[in-house]
């Protein structure tokens, strides 16, 4: 998942072949889907909610840069046009987004080395505290703190900024927050 790359040996002979993809994946919060559902149908014990989430391993979870939890939504809103910006609009943006890591670091965020993020996601002083904070609260890994810093700065990125804010931060951590708790 990390390498970029998938080797198959078959008998004496070994091959590599390149396999950098992108994981988009969605589960359950509980066995019967209504955690945290307005109607309260859900009634899974706590026992079950922990063992149904603890089916996808801590270390393929921890590999997960963005985890979110998607509520349901009401039957009205769901007939409702959509609202925000339009999609071309958001592309430009990811596009002009793209661009300005390319220009910074010659790759985009997500393929920065530890050592480049270092130097090329170092957050501003009240960030990085909000950060070391979040770290010990949630008690992440520093495959986890890595992978937060290279969401920040694309969400910095996005918002045209050079640097990296405690906003850009605090939003990249709840974006690492998606399993409710049961
Ligand atoms: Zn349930």
């Known amino acids: 998942m990390e390498s970029g790359e998938i080797t198959i040996s078959r008998a004496a002979r070994q091959a ?27 009634h899974c014990s706590g026992d ?9 391993s801590g270390p393929l979870l921890d590999r997960i840069d963005i985890q979110v939890e998607v509520a349901a939504l009401a039957p009205a809103l769901l007939s409702a046009g959509a609202d925000g910006a339009a999609s071309a609009e958001i592309a430009q943006r990811v596009a002009q987004a793209h661009q300005r890591q390319l ?3 010659g790759v985009p965020n997500q393929r920065l080395s530890t050592r480049d993020i270092d130097l090329h ?3 501003d ?7 070391r ?13 890595h992978r937060v810093l290279k969401v920040a700065r ?3 990125d996005l918002a045209q900024s050079s640097s990296i804010t405690s906003a850009h931060i605090a939003e990249a951590i709840q974006y690492r927050r998606g399993l409710r708790e049961p």
């Not at 904070?133 to 703190?145: D, P």
Request: hydrophobic residues 40%; proline residues 8%; charged residues 15%.
């Open 16 to 42: 590599d072949f390149p396999a950098r993809f992108q994981l988009i994946a969605a589960m359950n919060p509980c066995p019967c889907g209504y955690l945290g559902h307005p109607s309260g149908k859900c």
């Open 121 to 123: 996601c170092k957050p």
């Open 125 to 131: 002083g009240n960030a990085a505290l909000t950060l």
């Open 154 to 156: 694309t969400i910095a």
């Open 48 to 56: 079950a909610v922990k063992r149904y989430q603890q089916r996808i």
């Open 133 to 145: 904070n979040a770290m010990l609260h949630l008690h992440w890994s520093a495959r986890a703190y």
């Open 103 to 105: 220009a910074r670091q």
